[in-house]
């Protein structure tokens, strides 16, 4: 059998990278979301809970949307949403 680095490379980064999917790791905003980036902080969190978002109570950002199994993480800066990430459901409580 001959050793393949870039197969071998690809292996583990593989499995490094599903590793931190299951512990919650972070990804881009949920196409339905990624619009509200820049918008107010207010504004925003209505237009959430308009989408099926509701925060879990935790007071650190997360947000769950009960019929997708959707968990984010809103960052604010200053008064307006800066980013918004998406977590694994357990995260939320999911």
Request: with cysteine; hydrophobic share 45%.
């Amino acid at each position: 059998m001959t050793y393949r680095p870039s197969v071998a490379a690809a292996i583990v980064a593989g499995a490094l990278l599903g590793g931190m999917v299951l512990h919650g790791a972070l990804a881009e905003a949920p196409a339905d979301l990624a619009k509200l980036v820049g918008a107010g902080a207010k504004g925003a969190e209505s237009a959430m809970e308009v989408l099926g978002y509701k925060a879990t109570g935790k007071n650190d950002g997360t947000w769950f949307n009960a019929s997708t199994g959707t968990c984010v993480k809103l960052h604010v800066t200053g008064d307006k949403l800066s980013s918004i990430d998406t977590l694994d459901a357990a995260a939320c409580g999911g």
